[in-house]
């Protein structure tokens, strides 16, 4: 006691998993259990929620399985919406081309692993490899490059109607019906191949980890949409055929909620109900998280009450909780906060340095403009024009504000382009949280709802007064009420 201090230490981590020392302070989770042993498929998180930690976890950590992180960021999307299936319908159109990938990246995992170089089946899908992409590990953006795959060897020739193929044609007019029969047959022999491989020799289950799907997203299209639904029915489809094969492969889908979210096919509830899993962050597991980096970084034993005065905020809050409330309970979020006031606190002199309570209100600033660039990145796909809403509230001025209020401040902000009306903006605002709307219980009690804190509550079409989130106070220039004079 005592002798802990802040002054060394550099920050609580990096924001983002792919620069984080993540690893050296993983935090094992709920879901971390339920994608080892391949209870769930698809991971759905807000930014900042933990998928490319997990996407790390498993695929530089230990963990007993055959893991490779399939990184989307610079995919060239375009190339893939012209490998459309016109025999399918329009929803399932690129479901043959992703099962084609994927079970490429499962046969190139196995000849990686395999230690019988020498088998028929192993010299035979080198050779597919060698003659298709020059070698046995080809990039992922490469996977549907070639006008057309070439198949000599006969155990993976793939048939169709009886017909052998010596080759498929990748490029080609539009309504052809038949690139998807003939990929998908040529997927169903590469895959059998390769697990015929892994089961032989035993090799671990494998799980591939699609991270990144939102990258390079400004608008969010139709032929992207569809190109989402492809590849989560493809993931699923692998997952089948694989378990009915004896051999496990989870091809794991990590998606931004707001894209799920926008997603519409068949069979979505139910992957939702049943084998998608949800990050989500308690109050308690984040204060686990910090306690996970605090030990980490200032040696062991290092905690909470080590490196924060035990002194209450305004409001008898706690330093914590201050915090907390201004987050959308996201780890991004904490650990960018308590960076900020790491920085704010490091221009005192004290020793030892601990956190006091002028740090994290100085903090507020710097990360106020982090949540809205955070939610840029969210709501603009949807909404280019959400800037304008937040005009209006910094024209209504205080944190709460009537419906009334809003209608007038963003009819007056709303330019020609943007599209959203003024009640759909309140229910877009809510749906990500950027504003809460005042519930009243019977006995003249009342709370405010936050789609984040409170998924189960819905949209209430009829509320009247409403919230902006606190994290967003200082960017927006908000005070708890109003200016007299
Ligand atoms: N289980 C965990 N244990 C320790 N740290 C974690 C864990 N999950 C997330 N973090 C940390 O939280 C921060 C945000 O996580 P991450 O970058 O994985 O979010 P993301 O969901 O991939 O966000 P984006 O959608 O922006 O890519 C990172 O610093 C990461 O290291
Ligand atoms: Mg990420």
């Known amino acids: 006691m005592g002798s802990i201090s802040l002054r060394g230490l550099m920050s609580f981590g990096d924001v983002a998993a792919e620069d984080d020392a993540v690893l050296e302070y993983f935090l094992t989770t709920e879901a971390v259990e339920r994608l080892r042993v391949g209870d769930a498929f698809v991971v759905l998180g807000r930014k900042g929620a933990g998928k490319t930690a997990l996407v790390r976890h498993f695929s530089e950590g230990q963990v007993g399985q055959l893991s490779r992180a399939l990184n989307l960021r610079g995919y060239p999307w375009s190339l893939h919406s012209r490998r459309v299936d016109s ?23 196995i000849l990686e692993a395999s230690e019988r170089p020498q088998s028929q089946k192993y010299l035979d899908l080198k050779e597919f490899f060698k003659e298709n992409y020059g070698g046995p590990s080809p990039q992922l953006s490469d996977i549907l490059r070639p006008p057309r795959l070439k198949v000599s060897r006969a155990s993976i020739q793939p048939s169709v109607l009886g017909a052998m193929l010596g080759g498929i044609d990748l490029e080609r007019g539009g309504g052809d019906y038949r690139l998807g029969l003939e990929l998908n047959a040529l997927s169903s022999t590469l895959l059998k191949t390769a697990i015929d491989i892994a089961k032989n020799e035993a090799l671990p289950s494998i799980s591939l980890h699609f991270d990144e799907l939102d990258q390079g997203l400004s608008t969010f299209d139709e032929d ?47 992957i939702t109900e049943t084998t998608a899993i949800n990050l989500d962050w308690t109050s308690d597991t984040l204060f686990a998280l910090v306690g996970a980096r605090t030990g980490a970084k200032l040696g062991d034993g290092a905690t909470w009450d080590d490196i924060a005065s035990p002194g209450l905020m305004r409001g008898s809050q706690t330093k914590w909780n201050h915090i907390i409330s201004r987050t959308f309970l996201r ?47 969210e709501i603009l796909p949807h909404w280019s024009q959400w800037g304008e809403a937040l005009q209006a509230f910094s024209a209504i001025s205080t944190v709460t504000f009537d419906k009334a209020d809003f209608e007038r401040e963003y009819s007056s902000k709303r330019s020609s382009k943007n599209m959203v009306a003024s009640e759909d903006a309140l229910g877009l605002l809510f749906r990500f949280s950027v504003i809460g709307y005042e519930k009243r219980s019977g006995y003249g009690g009342s709370s405010w709802v936050f789609q984040y804190s409170d998924p189960q509550a819905g949209w209430d079409a ?24």
């Open 87 to 109: 025999g399918a319908s329009p929803i399932e159109a690129f479901v043959s081309s992703w099962r084609y990938l994927i079970a490429i990246e499962v046969a190139a995992i």
């Open 224 to 270: 992207r949409r569809r190109m989402l639904i492809g590849l989560i029915l493809a993931a699923r489809e692998l997952r089948r055929e694989s378990a009915a094969a004896g051999y496990m492969v989870n091809p794991i889908v990590y998606l931004r909620t707001d894209l799920w979210d926008d997603l519409d096919f068949s069979d979505k509830n139910k």
């Open 331 to 377: 780890p991004r979020d904490v650990i960018k906060f308590m960076n900020a006031a790491l920085s704010k606190a490091k221009t005192r002199s004290e020793e030892p340095l601990v956190f006091e309570n002028h740090d994290i209100v100085n903090a507020r600033e710097e990360y106020s403009a982090y949540l809205k660039r955070e939610l840029d990145d």
């Open 462 to 485: 009829a509320a009247i007064k409403f919230k902006v989130h606190p994290g967003l106070k200082e960017y927006a220039k908000l005070s708890e009420t109003r200016q007299i004079g």
